[in-house]
């Protein structure tokens, strides 16, 4: 049995885990803060010390490449990474830097494609055709898996669905748009109009839970809140849920999936989501698209991009995963 080092490089974290080709084990699975502001050679170290003590702990084990999921946009086939706000990278040889250092062969793509890929392959959306899915944490990053590949489009752009405008004249985006859908479902936006409506006087018990410091409220507070039965929380959720629900329902009358895989933090928020979400995509979508499309949460929590990495250097090295 061969063995794929899966590396996961997230704008908080760092994850990889050393999977065998039939997606049965991740062994020395390893986790560390990406700490972006260290600049793209300490972070580039910390992948490959981290990639390194995964190896050490699979080392009886055949590892034949690497695969690497990084915030885009990027360039699949040159494996540069062109621009990533967050990490503070621009035109970064990101895969060649590891491939050299690993003295092993990789592949790179991007972290929200990786990360629909394996739940594709060993997730909640195993044994479907086709899959498209949503990461919903600090943004909204999306993947479309269609007969079983990334579907990338013509530059590698494919899949941007957090950038997908649900408002025309909405909330600005962190990339320059009006109205994306990240600017009201990723966490951060999620806590900033829960926010925006207490500054307005709605009565909701949700400052309690910051002993009233209403910056320290996060989606996650919003979501406990919720569970504890407050309204405005609960209303909160159902907003963010019809939101998603507008965009999830593009995506189901686009390409007609037999999956909406939703992953991240978000899933917390549990049926109270999912519940107002699938409605409103029932409400919004064409009939025969949604009676075959299921809405579930990812199940790889963690592990997803670290999965789908692997995958990705398999399927472009073996033509199969
Ligand atoms: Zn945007």
């Known amino acids: 049995?061969?063995?794929?080092?899966?590396?996961?490089?997230?704008?908080?974290?760092?994850?990889v885990g050393t999977v065998a080709e039939d997606g049965s084990e991740v062994l020395g699975l390893v986790s560390e803060p990406t700490i972006a502001e260290q600049g793209a050679?300490?972070?580039?170290?910390?992948?490959?010390?981290?990639?390194?003590?995964?190896m050490a702990e699979a080392r009886r084990k055949d590892i034949v490449g690497a695969g690497i999921g990084s915030p885009g946009p990027l360039n699949t086939k040159t494996g540069v990474v062109i621009l990533t706000p967050n990490l503070g990278w621009v035109n970064m040889p990101l895969r060649d830097r590891i491939a050299d250092a690993l003295k092993l062969p990789a592949a790179l793509d991007n972290d929200a494609n990786c990360a629909i890929f394996g739940e594709w392959w060993r997730g909640a959306a195993r044994g479907v055709k086709h899959v498209v899915g949503l990461t919903i944490g600090t943004g909204v990053g999306g993947g479309i898996v269609l007969g079983g590949e990334i579907y990338h489009g013509a530059s590698d752009v494919a899949g941007e669905?957090?950038?997908?405008?649900?408002?025309?004249?909405?909330?600005?985006?962190?990339?320059?748009?009006?109205?994306?859908?990240?600017?009201?479902?990723s966490g951060p936006?999620?806590?900033a109009r829960a926010v925006e409506g207490i500054e307005s006087g709605a009565e909701t018990a949700l400052p309690q839970y910051v002993a009233g410091d209403l910056s320290r409220i996060t989606a996650q507070v919003v979501y406990e809140a919720a569970h504890d039965g407050d309204a405005y929380a609960l209303e909160t959720v159902r907003d963010t849920a019809k939101l998603l629900g507008a965009g999830v329902a593009n995506i189901v009358?686009?390409?007609n999936?037999?999956?909406?895989?939703?992953?991240?933090?978000?899933t917390l928020a549990g049926e109270k989501l999912f519940g107002p979400l699938r409605s409103e995509v029932q409400r919004r979508a064409f009939k025969p698209a949604?009676?075959?499309?299921?809405i579930l949460p990812g199940t790889l929590t963690?592990?997803?991009?670290?999965?789908?990495a692997a995958a990705v250097f398999m399927q472009r090295t073996w033509g199969t995963c």
Not at 41 to 53: P, S
Not at 258 to 266: K, N, Q, S
């Open 290 to 294: 949604w009676e075959v499309c299921r």
């Open 1 to 15: 049995m061969r063995y794929v080092v899966g590396i996961d490089v997230g704008g908080t974290n760092i994850v």
């Open 253 to 255: 009358n686009i390409f």
């Open 257 to 266: 999936p037999e999956v909406v895989v939703i992953c991240g933090g978000v």
């Open 41 to 54: 050679d300490a972070v580039v170290a910390r992948i490959v010390k981290l990639a390194r003590a995964s």
């Open 302 to 308: 963690g592990t997803a991009g670290v999965y789908g």
């Open 189 to 191: 936006a999620i806590a």
């Open 161 to 185: 669905i957090g950038h997908m405008t649900i408002e025309a004249n909405g909330r600005r985006c962190k990339c320059g748009n009006d109205g994306c859908l990240e600017a009201y479902a």
